[in-house]
């Protein structure tokens, strides 16, 4: 750090003519001594060659290229000196310098009331979330993207393997396409926008008195703009002691320490009105999005990454290259109903993108595909891309609005980083930037209408200070209490200012994360990045370090059954260190988004354990159901041209719900299914997902050799069957659609039956009402159903007399 400008100026103006006078090369001694020049400038110092006024130039220029504090060393040691007449300079130089640099410490404190108070500005910090099914190369089109087209080999982006270079710190910027550090650039936001009131304060002043001479010539950016309601003198002149009140109470060392930083000494390298996007990997599978979407923002941009060296039908290839169950298809599918069934969105915009005129629906998916060097030359690619495209248009028509496809393929072989190779991936780049900027120019929340009040951009700084030692109050986890005294001591809201506006405010620029749900209401997470984290490492499963086999049971038992000992999720918590505090509130604020669910205990004595159905995706074994009378499916869901698919994300939180409703369970996971066997009652509830409905049946253990037994098992079933199980599927179901996916908010629950000839779904009304016996289909087959008690049955046959007596 360099000298001041308030100190540099003192020199400059007044204080050669006072170091002529003084004997510098009687004190060089003392200044080498205490380290404030250097062993070899203070050999240059003493050359005898030097004249005085030599010597004191080339002096001034290094103690100019010294801190503050060095200065006033400078006029300490000159005071404590034998030399004569020394310490009247000395006394000098001290009060000038600390005139001058009261009076801009004084003006800075001024234009930070009245940034905080008056000015308000434009969110230029943008989200761009990177997506896509596992192992298309995600990770390497970020390297690609910041490295100048080289790529090295990464491991698979899970919570297990992040990388902070590639996932928690990428902010870019989008005017000079560099990379930069998230927590400076709050501060030079800030720092901008205090100067921006600097300056206008100087130029109203200017006016007054009729003179411009001593005015910077730079001019404030339109992104910060003082309230129309009031000029800058007027609101000094109208409330002169509530703002010298508020410069006493504004902590010094928050001002100096933090956003003033190099301020100072270096204005041009602080003042900062640039673009930033926040580039996020949420990891390989759209259940991360549905998972964390209650703590997303509706207006990021998406990049959807595909490996277009893949065929549609083909199934995703993980990183162990082992084929998983999902089809490249279904996964796009997947995403983009997580990104835009989940957003609140109805903005629509009209730009140039790419130089072509386009209406832009809000989410925004750009299309980006990798792997071109499979698949030869540049018109290959572009063909294949049109593949892709064409496909997805065809398929999913119902997002079409929101896709756009920007005809890039990256090469994302990292063996290959030959001259040609990334000076073709730096010619994408450029592309991608370009498309980028151009959607980010017109995104709606930087729209120059959409401000934010300055002072929460100030609070957001703040809170990202943690863990510095800018403020010890400031924690991962606080209360909004905790919030509002912070707030109070920077004077960041009045009295009669709702604070929770401030955090709502902050919630949706997803700089904290206010939380609304029982049981952890009112609480903040100030890190979002690492409650990102910390849900990516619960709902991952991945083989334990410990060598000891009850860790290893307990993983093995979390791959089967989708359940957690609190142990397991200890260490994880130890991996990411995690406070004891927090641990409890973590597991609280999982379970009120329905990520998790405590199990109940049998036993008093064991420990805790959680319910997480993410563990388990791959088993698709069928259920064994030898020994049991099985109904046919009801179905739960939506018209296609509604919802054309529910995200893995809902069904799991549904899962969790269920596992909630009905209890004493004993649970069983398979691939989007679960079954809940009911242990005291000897009868399983199934539950499955197809498509954009949801699968009910219920399933009971036949004992022929003991009718009683029998009879008591099918009087169960009976008691079980009136009450509307399914009702509440399709409750849940629907409140889980309005809560996580407010784009859907229009789609009506309703109850289907798949038809036996051609499996299509076909509405019903309430199974109970006795209206559901015929079955009538698009595909002209008519078929009867039946039910105990008018559960419908898909199998299209009526159950026996002999068993309707049983239950009737």
């Not at 943690?466 to 509002?484: D, G």
């Amino acid at each position: 750090m360099v000298m001041s400008k308030c100190l540099t100026y003192v020199i400059d103006k007044g204080d050669q003519q006072i170091l002529s006078d003084v004997p510098l090369v009687d004190i060089v001694h003392d200044l080498q001594s205490i380290g404030l020049i250097s062993d070899d400038e203070a050999n240059k110092l003493k050359d005898v060659r030097l004249s005085n006024n030599e010597r004191i130039l080339q002096f001034i220029k290094i103690l100019k290229s010294r801190r503050d504090d060095n200065y006033f060393q400078f006029c300490c040691t000159l005071k404590d000196s034998q030399v004569t007449n020394n310490q009247n300079p000395a006394r000098k130089f001290e009060i000038k310098a600390n005139t001058s640099r009261n009076g801009r410490e004084k003006e800075y404190k001024e234009a930070y009331v009245e940034a905080r108070r008056y000015v308000s500005c434009r969110n230029e910090i943008i989200r761009i979330i990177i997506t896509g099914p596992q192992n298309v190369g995600k990770s390497c089109l970020i390297q690609a993207f910041i490295q100048q087209g080289f790529i090295h080999a990464v491991e698979a982006t899970t919570a297990e393997v992040i990388t902070k270079e590639l996932v928690k710190l990428v902010t870019y910027n989008m005017d000079d396409k560099s990379v930069d550090d998230f927590k400076a650039v709050l501060a030079r936001k800030v720092i901008t926008a205090i100067g921006d009131v600097k300056l206008l304060k100087r130029e109203e002043e200017s006016h007054s008195d009729s003179s411009s001479n001593n005015i910077e010539s730079s001019t404030p950016s339109p992104s910060t703009q003082l309230d129309s309601t009031a000029s800058t003198s007027n609101l000094v002149e109208t409330s002169p002691q509530t703002t010298q009140a508020d410069e006493d109470m504004i902590p010094l060392d928050f001002l100096k320490n933090y956003f003033r930083g190099s301020s100072e000494s270096d204005r041009a390298s602080v003042i900062d009105h640039s673009h930033y996007d926040k580039l996020w990997d949420v990891a390989c599978h759209s259940i991360y999005h549905i998972t964390h979407q209650p703590f997303l923002s509706h207006n990021y941009i998406y990049l959807l990454v595909l490996d277009m060296s893949q065929d549609m039908n083909n199934h995703v290839v993980n990183q162990e290259g082992e084929n998983t169950e999902m089809t490249y298809l279904e996964a796009v599918q997947e995403w983009l109903a997580s990104i835009i069934g989940s957003s609140k969105s109805i903005a629509k915009t009209k730009a140039k993108i790419n130089g072509v005129s386009e209406d832009i629906v809000w989410p925004i998916v750009i299309l980006v595909g990798t792997h071109a060097d499979k698949l030869g030359d540049e018109k290959a690619c572009q063909e294949r891309f049109k593949i892709f495209e064409n496909t997805i248009l065809q398929e999913f028509p119902f997002y079409s609005d929101h896709i756009y496809g920007s005809r890039i393929i990256f090469n994302c072989n990292h063996k290959d980083n030959s001259e040609e190779t990334r000076s073709q991936r730096q010619k994408n780049c450029t592309k991608l930037h370009n498309i980028l900027w151009d959607f980010v120019d017109h995104q709606p929340s930087i729209d120059p209408l959409s401000k934010i009040s300055h002072k929460w951009y100030i609070m957001a700084a703040i809170l990202q200070a943690f863990p510095t030692k800018l403020n010890q109050s400031v924690s991962r986890i606080m209360t909004a209490e905790e919030i509002k005294l912070l707030a109070e001591e920077y004077k960041l809201c009045d009295g009669t200012e709702d604070v929770h506006q401030m955090l709502r405010c902050l919630h949706d620029l997803r700089e904290i994360v206010y939380c609304q749900n029982e049981p952890v209401q009112g609480e903040v997470v100030t890190q979002v990045e690492w409650l990102l984290d910390v849900f990516r490492s619960i709902i991952q499963l991945h083989k334990p370090d410990s060598k000891m086999l009850t860790r290893k049971k307990e993983y093995i038992e979390a791959g089967k059954i989708g359940i957690m000992s609190q142990n397991y999720i200890n260490s994880k918590f130890d991996k990411l260190k995690v406070e004891e505090k927090e641990r409890k509130f973590l597991l609280d604020l999982m379970e009120s988004y329905g990520i998790i669910c405590k199990v109940r205990k049998e036993d008093d004595d064991s420990t805790d354990q959680y319910f997480v159905p993410y563990l388990l995706r791959s088993n698709s074994q069928e259920l064994d159901c030898k020994g049991f009378k099985e109904s046919g499916w009801l179905y739960v869901g939506f018209k296609p041209s509604q919802m054309p698919n529910i995200p893995d994300g809902i069904l799991f939180c549904l899962l969790v719900s269920c596992y909630k409703e009905w209890k004493k369970l004993k649970i069983e996971l398979r691939y989007k299914c679960e079954k809940y066997r009911l242990k005291e009652d000897c009868y399983d509830i199934v539950v499955k997902k197809e498509s954009s409905y949801i699968g009910i049946q219920y399933r009971y253990r036949m004992v022929p050799n003991k009718p009683q037994i029998q009879k008591t098992i099918e009087a169960k079933v009976k008691k079980f069957i009136n009450e509307k199980p399914y009702e509440f599927l399709r409750n849940k179901l629907a409140s889980l659609i309005k809560e996580r996916m407010p784009g859907c908010t229009k789609s009506d629950c309703s109850y289907f039956i798949k038809c036996p000839s051609c499996n299509r779904f076909n509405p019903v009304s309430d199974p109970l009402d006795g209206s559901s016996n015929v079955i009538f289909c698009d595909c002209s087959d008519t078929s009867e159903s039946g039910s105990i008690h008018k559960w419908v049955m898909s199998s299209g046959k009526l159950i026996s007399d002999k068993l309707e007596s049983l239950l009737d």
